[in-house]
Nanobody, 116 residues
Framework: QVQLVESGGGFVQPGGSLRRSCAAS????????MTWARQAPGKGLEWVSR????????YADSSMKGRFTISRDNAKNTVYLQMSSLKPEDTAIYYC?????????RGQGTQVTVSS
């Protein structure tokens, strides 16, 4: 079955950086698009970034495109999200999701808190 195991969350001060990792199994990772999504307190799940099997990347808005970098390592069946210049409004539970919709199978989620 699909398994997505995330790591790399935590607490960081504004302006800091974090790298999220998501190790995948149970499906053909190299053929699959992967999405990072997040859910901020009191808000719904929103997509953050997406990477396709051919390496194309997309970001939800220009702010994220300038601060976040999604990447993948097909040899390790792992997708990454490098987050830099973090802001308090980036505080959320971050999930990796199989596919292009936030409703797909997802990992357990990890809290990212940006605060001084």
């Amino acid at each position: 079955q699909v398994q997505l195991v995330e790591s790399g969350g935590g607490f960081v001060q504004p302006g800091g950086s974090l790298r999220r990792s998501c190790a995948a199994s149970g499906f053909t990772f190299s053929n699959s698009a992967m999405t990072w999504a997040r859910q901020a307190p009191g808000k719904g799940l929103e997509w953050v970034s997406r990477i396709y099997s051919d390496g194309r990347t997309y970001y939800a808005d220009s702010s994220m495109k300038g601060r976040f970098t999604i990447s993948r390592d097909n040899a390790k069946n792992t997708v990454y999200l490098q987050m830099s210049s973090l802001k308090p409004e980036d505080t959320a539970i971050y999930y990796c999701v199989l596919g292009v919709a936030t409703t797909g199978p997802r990992g357990q989620g990890t809290q990212v808190t940006v605060s001084s």
